[in-house]
């Protein structure tokens, strides 16, 4: 096993939150999945999922341009409640 750190619960809002130690080397926003076992919880990291920040390259491609709404071509379709797509008859 690795080091062992302590850490406090503290009410945020009206939910409870975890301070992580700085020890850890997780940064400000990064996402972990908390796990209720059958001792205790696990707290680990979520893997690959690191977002790209698009805002530092606006202007970067002059010659790519959104398309107007009138350009646009978007096909209709049917879907039922949850957000399948239906058949198509005929």
Same mark, same amino acid.
């Given at each position: 096993?690795g080091?062992?750190y302590?850490a406090?619960?503290? =009410? *945020?809002?009206? *939910? ?5 130690? =700085?020890?850890?080397?997780l =940064? ?5 999945v ?8 696990s707290?680990e990291?979520?893997?690959?999922e690191? =977002?790209?920040d698009? *805002?530092?390259?606006a202007?970067?491609l002059?010659?790519l341009k ?9 096909e209709e379709r049917?879907l039922d409640?949850e957000g399948r797509?239906?058949r198509r008859?005929?």
């Amino acid at each position: 096993m690795g080091e062992e750190y302590r850490a406090k619960i503290f =009410k *945020s809002g009206n *939910s409870l939150a975890l301070r992580l130690p =700085k020890a850890l080397g997780l =940064k400000e926003g990064a996402e972990v999945v908390l796990r209720e076992e059958r001792r205790g919880f696990s707290v680990e990291p979520v893997d690959g999922e690191e =977002k790209i920040d698009l *805002s530092g390259i606006a202007g970067a491609l002059p010659w790519l341009k959104p398309i107007p709404p009138e350009d646009r071509e978007i096909e209709e379709r049917a879907l039922d409640w949850e957000g399948r797509r239906l058949r198509r008859d005929g």
